[in-house]
Each structure stands twice: as structure tokens, then as C-alpha cells.
């Protein structure tokens, strides 16, 4: 029999709509508890860690949670662990999880877009496919693993497409790596990589710049001013910049702040093709990092991560690469 531990955090998943005024908000005592007493074949335990909306989350909640995994993964006898979590930066904890969590058992993230008292509620489902893709033996040596709507994501490569649509979460130009049948859980291929990093703390700042035509060159130049320890620009196309940001972006760089290029297209990787100013091998030329496909929440994180070992831009250039 598996030992599977479920750890709470709060979101939508455990949440109840006001039958009065139509607000969601959390509740007092989590609505899942009782999904899960009547699974064969498993021993779950269940944590109450959180009781928090998704954008209240932040990376010192995300460093305490990745170590009580690690403890739970290595020094307790679970086979592995589900976290439920709130879908609007559920990506960014399921990433920041698979870099600094120490185990090659299954580890799942799920969440809901309905709250557990609305019509169609998709909580309760989603709980109970993630409860079996943790108790599958198909599941170890694949990372921190995103399940919902009867679908398996890396935490890598998934992201919410959709405000409220069930099939929200989606792996763009990969597609999900396995799927939750009612006879079993089925994957059809596996990640090649995973990166696992060894850190104790996140204090690092680090912003995500969104770039937009006609960018003026004054967001960068404010940049120059505050303490902030690293950025990362969602640049235009496969990785190109308004010419007017150059000059500040070259004060930031020679100031020593790593600076991280992610496209802000939905799909494809930044490349050092175009040799116009602003353009991308011009960018490569005065040492921007360029990322191999993350999205730009998922990138910061990453930085974030990165930098708590080192500030070498060179190393930190190779983790990116990864």
C-alpha cells in the first residue's frame, strides 16, 4: 500500500462561493478533506500547511513548503506528495518545487478553477487523478508533476492559457506528458532533463519587464536607481529589444545585474538572429542571458533560484541553458 501525503496550501480548490453575494473566498475548514477518505489501495495524510489565495503566495512560502517536501520525501516514509494550490501562480510554485526539491518520488500539483460548492466543481477530480499519478510507479524520476482535468504537465513547460476555462492549463508546443484514465495513469513520454538546486533561502529581488512597442527608455532608467538584484525582460519575437533601451540595459549590465531574455510570444525560444540595434545577437554581444523557452514568471523564479549560488553571469548563463 502507498503512504501518500496531500499538503494544502488554499486557492479556488478550497474555497466556497457566497450563495448571496456570489463572492469566493476560503474556507474555515478545507472542503477536500472528505474526498479522499474512501481512495483503495493508499494511506493518505493530510496537511493543513496554508489556507491562502494564490497571489498571496509568495517565494518564502514556496522555500518553507519545498523544504517540508524534501523532509517529507527523505527523512518520512511517504511514497509521495500532492499539493493542492491556487491556480494563479500555481506554475510558479510547481517550477520553483521541481528546481529545489531533492527526490525522485512523484510529486504532484493540482488545483481547481471552480470553487468546491459550484456546479461542476473540478476539485474533487482533480484530487483524486493526482492522488493516483502520486502512487504510480510511472511517476518517479519525472520532476514536480501539474494534474488537472485528467491531464499530466511538467511543471516546467505548463502555464494557464484561460481565465476560467477547466482546461486552463496547457504545455505550449509540447503538450502534456501523460494522461489520468479511469483504469490507470498512462504517460507517453518523459522529461529529458531536470535541474535541482540546493539552497536554504530566496532573498533575492528580482523584477520581470514586459516590453512593448515604442518602449521608452525611461522604465530601464528608473531600473538603474533601485536595489534590485536581477531582471528579466519578456522581449519581442525570438528576442529583440526597441532601440532606445539599449543604453540603460548596458548600465544595469556593467553594474553586475544578470539580465534575462524570454520571448514574450507563447510559443519558441530567444535567439541572437537579428544584428540590428536592439536586436537579439547584439543583445548576446553585451552579455543579456537568453533562456532555452521558459516563460517569463517561470524564468524569474529560476533566476531567482539561480542566484542564490552564484552571480557569475557565465554559470548563471549555463543554468539557463539547461
Do not use: W
Amino acid at each position: 500500500m502507498k503512504n501518500i501525503l496531500v499538503i494544502h496550501t488554499g486557492g479556488t480548490i478550497a474555497m466556497s462561493e457566497d450563495r448571496n453575494t456570489g463572492a469566493v473566498k476560503p474556507n474555515l475548514e478545507n472542503p477536500l478533506h472528505e474526498t479522499i477518505m474512501n481512495i483503495e489501495g493508499v494511506q493518505v495524510d493530510v496537511e493543513d500547511f496554508l489556507n491562502v489565495p494564490s497571489p498571496h503566495i509568495t517565494p518564502s512560502h514556496m522555500i518553507t513548503l519545498s523544504k517540508r517536501i524534501n523532509y517529507c520525501l527523505n527523512d518520512e516514509d511517504y511514497d509521495g506528495v500532492v499539493v493542492t494550490h491556487g491556480t494563479d501562480t500555481l506554475e510558479e510554485t510547481a517550477y520553483f518545487l521541481d528546481l529545489t526539491v531533492r527526490s525522485n518520488k512523484p510529486i504532484v500539483v493540482t488545483g481547481a478553477m471552480r470553487s468546491s460548492n459550484e456546479l461542476g466543481s473540478d476539485g474533487p477530480h482533480n484530487l483524486i487523478s493526482s492522488i493516483h499519478t502520486a502512487m504510480s510507479d510511472s511517476a518517479l524520476d519525472k520532476g514536480v508533476l501539474v494534474v488537472l482535468n485528467d491531464e499530466i504537465h511538467t511543471a516546467k513547460n505548463v502555464t494557464k492559457t484561460h481565465t476560467s476555462n477547466i482546461a486552463t492549463f496547457q504545455s505550449p508546443q509540447y503538450g502534456p506528458i501523460g494522461i489520468v484514465t479511469k483504469r490507470g495513469v498512462l504517460f507517453h513520454h518523459s522529461p529529458s532533463h531536470r535541474d535541482q538546486y540546493n539552497i536554504e533561502e530566496v532573498d533575492h529581488q528580482v523584477l520581470l519587464i514586459k516590453v512593448v512597442a515604442g518602449m521608452e527608455n525611461s522604465i530601464f532608467e528608473a531600473l538603474c536607481s533601485i536595489k534590485v538584484d536581477g531582471i528579466v525582460i519578456e522581449a519581442l519575437g525570438q528576442g529583440n529589444l526597441p532601440p532606445e533601451t539599449i543604453e540603460p540595459l548596458v548600465k544595469l549590465i556593467d553594474k553586475g545585474i544578470p539580465v534575462v531574455l524570454v520571448s514574450r510570444c507563447f510559443n519558441g525560444i530567444v535567439q541572437d538572429i537579428y544584428g540590428y540595434d536592439g536586436g537579439g545577437k547584439q543583445l548576446k554581444d553585451l552579455g543579456v542571458i537568453f533562456t532555452n523557452g521558459l516563460n517569463g514568471q517561470k524564468a524569474r523564479i529560476k533566476l531567482m533560484v539561480a542566484l542564490e549560488q552564484t552571480h557569475d553571469p557565465k554559470k548563471i548563463q549555463g543554468f539557463f541553458q539547461q
